[in-house]
């Protein structure tokens, strides 16, 4: 069975269609980049799936049942801009709020909670700032607490919203080691992915998405220079014909 | 026991409270909205008086209750059908505010109540409205409401704290893994709503503003932990009931307004002198990273 399988998706904000019609399901444990212009959707397209957004029509299958019923198989990392830092808690207790959902209400994370949340922090590299409040994380850092976050909800498939924005290049790494690690393991990753030059190195396969999905498929076959002018339109620019490195005029 | 001590414990009681709920207001970012819930139960006491012909407490903290997710409600409707949110505050505050003035005047002759206590309260009048069950006196009736109140309230976040927690930090996340935010928002206008018209009477509506707002703002100044900051919060909030209360005596002032005023002087000092937050660290740090580099 597939584990994101979607049918028909549409999401409109006041009436302006955010995300027509899309179709498409992914096969296990590969790791997918969600690759499109500014406002194309990529955010929204995750939001859907987690039903933080509604959706006008479509369905959502995640192992062939809908979102609600397989919660505790999907990992999250939101984009990091989207929560106040200053709020008074430290690198740990975020960590932990990814095993609020196995813990079930009136109950407290234990020590099994806590001594996964120690592994996930020490597998990105941040064992030593668990302590750290979080405002005095540096961005980098912050994302890495974050994906220590998903990694503590011990998911199947992660759906990861721009995890590369804005971090340095040691966390860009520890997020790559991170990524083909969850895939050794045979889970499924899909990423909002907005740097072209790097989705052939990051990615097994490649979404392009517009609105409406314009490829589906391995990397090699759908990361093409017509895919990419149909998804980006006139925005599109070849900095090398030769080696073929699209990248996109601001 | 003796006047003062009654007033001092209602004081603390109404600082407690205040206290531990207005840190989830701060860190939710919602302040405005407990300035316009102070207001609007107004209208709930009222109404809650129209209906049942009288004023216990039980009565008072439903009507409080149903007009505070009203309100919260309203803004909510307001905010995501496109006014901006703190227009919709002020819409929804100042109608159901005046609706509550409206109905007082109407029945001003039946109802024992005035606008102007309801805005200031009177906690010097607190110790003679004694709660009577068998002709047993029982102690104030406000220090008994304020109790439950108080109590409720830390049975709520015991039981809810990490829900309140998460759907405070991100709610993205909250959402994804099964939470329910909206009724945790809801869940927390209630306990505003209660321990407002519980503080009511106290230090009426203007200024439990100051005891829902301010300890939190000072505590959140103070620390990184959220356990901490509710605890100290409380602190603050008791400090301001007993030190105001003093000070009201001293100098024969309004026992309220010098309670709000301790409040907003312990602010003041801790804006200046926090070693985190402050001004006095932010000035040392820059002066220390400015002689590394000269």
């Known amino acids: 069975m597939n584990p994101v399988d979607i049918s028909n998706v549409t999401v409109a904000y006041d009436r302006k269609p955010v995300l027509q019609e899309v179709t498409f ?15 194309a959707g990529k955010s929204t397209l995750i939001k859907a799936i987690l039903g933080l957004v509604p959706t006008a029509s479509g369905t959502v299958r995640i192992y062939g049942k809908p979102y609600k019923a397989q919660r505790k198989l999907v990992g999250y990392v939101p984009q990091r801009g989207s929560v106040d830092w200053d709020f008074p808690t430290n690198a ?86 991170l990524l083909n690690e969850l895939k050794a393991q045979g889970k499924t990753v899909l990423v909002v992915h907005h740097d072209l030059q790097t989705v052939k190195e990051y990615f097994d396969w490649t979404l392009l998405l517009n609105k409406r999905q314009v490829a589906l498929g391995p990397t090699e076959e759908v990361f093409t220079i017509d895919n990419l002018q149909k998804t980006y339109g006139g925005r599109l620019a070849f900095l090398d014909q030769q080696v073929n490195q699209p990248f996109v005029q601001q | 026991m003796s006047y003062g001590a009654w ?38 006491i009222v109404l809650a008086y ?5 004023l216990e407490g039980i009565y008072m903290l439903v009507g409080a209750g149903i007009i505070g997710l009203l309100t919260a409600f309203l803004v909510q409707v307001l905010d995501t059908s496109g006014v901006q949110s703190d227009a919709a505050i002020g819409v929804v505050f100042t109608s159901l505010f005046a609706l509550g ?31 009577t069950i068998n002709g047993m006196d029982l102690g104030p009736s406000a220090v008994w409401m304020l ?52 503080s009511f009477d106290s230090v009426g509506a203007i200024l439990v503003v100051a005891m829902l707002i301010v300890p939190g703002a000072t505590a959140y100044l103070l620390t990184d932990r959220l356990i901490i900051m509710l605890c100290i919060s409380a ?60």
């Open chain 1, 25 to 39: 399901n992914v096969p296990e444990g590969k790791l997918i980049g969600i690759v499109g212009p500014n406002g």
């Open chain 1, 92 to 177: 740990l207790d975020v960590v932990l709020m990814g095993r609020y959902g196995h813990i079930g209400w009136f109950k407290r994370p234990g020590k099994k909670d806590t001594k996964i949340a120690m592994q996930a922090l020490d597998k990105v590299g941040m064992k030593e700032y668990a302590d750290r409040q979080i405002s005095q994380l540096s961005g980098g850092q912050q994302q890495r607490v974050f994906l220590a976050r998903a990694l503590a909800q011990d998911a199947t498939v992660y759906f990861m919203d721009e995890p590369f924005v804005g971090v340095d290049a040691a966390t860009e790494k520890a997020i790559i080691a």
């Open chain 2, 7 to 44: 007033i001092i414990l209602t004081g603390s009681l109404v600082g407690v409270s205040c206290g531990i709920v207005g840190c989830f207001l701060i860190l939710r970012k919602m302040a405005m909205l407990a300035d316009a819930i102070s207001h609007t139960v107004l209208l709930g």
């Open chain 2, 50 to 54: 129209l209906v049942s012909h009288s």
């Open chain 2, 101 to 131: 003035v409206i109905l007082l005047s109407a029945f001003a002759g039946k109802v024992h109540l005035d606008v102007n206590h309801a805005l200031m309260g009177e906690i010097t009048f607190i110790p003679w409205d004694t709660l």
């Open chain 2, 147 to 198: 109790g439950f109140v108080l109590i409720l309230n830390l049975i709520l976040i015991f039981f809810f704290y990490k829900e309140i927690k998460i759907s405070s930090f991100d709610p993205a996340m909250a959402t994804a893994i099964g939470i329910p935010v909206i009724f945790i928002h809801y869940l927390l206008m209630s306990m505003v709503s209660i321990t407002t018209v519980a």
């Open chain 2, 235 to 294: 602190v603050i909030g008791v400090a301001s009931a007993v030190g105001g209360y003093y000070a009201a005596l001293a100098w024969n002032i309004s026992i309220s307004g010098s309670m709000a005023s301790i409040a907003g002087l312990i602010f003041g000092l801790t804006f200046i002198l926090s070693p985190k937050h402050g001004l006095l660290g932010k000035v040392l740090a820059r002066r220390s990273i400015s002689t590394q580099h000269s």
